[in-house]
């Protein structure tokens, strides 16, 4: 039994079938709109990427990236409210690499810089 859910996991994950990949962030001390505010800006200034849909009220960031040489790619951040000023990043991305834990890690260190300079 055990063999054969490791199987099938190894396969879904090598052939990518509708599995989301998500990094998980520390805890901010930030109330969420400030969280909210701070991903997207960070999400802003990388210049590969573009905002393509949001929706604030559940925390959702959408991006992409892609042009002729880079295949398209999109990706979800969604932000979370788990006290009135404790907040968390989660990132979801159906093909996780490395390329995208060094994207999320940007984004975590904005935030994390962000929570440390603004009083809560």
């Not at 055990?2 to 998980?24: D, E, P, Q, S």
């Not at 604030?56 to 398209?72: C, F, N, S, Y």
């Not at 834990?101 to 935030?111: H, L, N, S, T």
């Amino acid at each position: 039994v055990i063999r054969k859910f490791f199987l099938v996991g190894f396969c879904l994950f090598f052939t990518g079938c509708a599995i989301f990949h998500f990094r998980k962030a520390e805890a901010y001390n930030m109330s969420f709109d400030q969280t909210y505010e701070t991903t997207l800006s960070a999400l802003d200034d990388m210049g590969s990427w573009r905002v393509i849909q949001t929706d604030h009220k559940r925390g959702l960031i959408v991006a992409e990236r892609g042009g002729w040489i880079d295949p398209q790619r999109q990706v979800k951040v969604i932000v979370k409210r788990l006290e009135p000023f404790l907040t968390k990043v989660e990132l979801y991305d159906k093909h996780a690499t490395p390329f995208t834990q060094k994207f999320f890690k940007a984004i975590d260190r904005r935030v994390r810089e962000r929570a440390v300079t603004y009083p809560s």
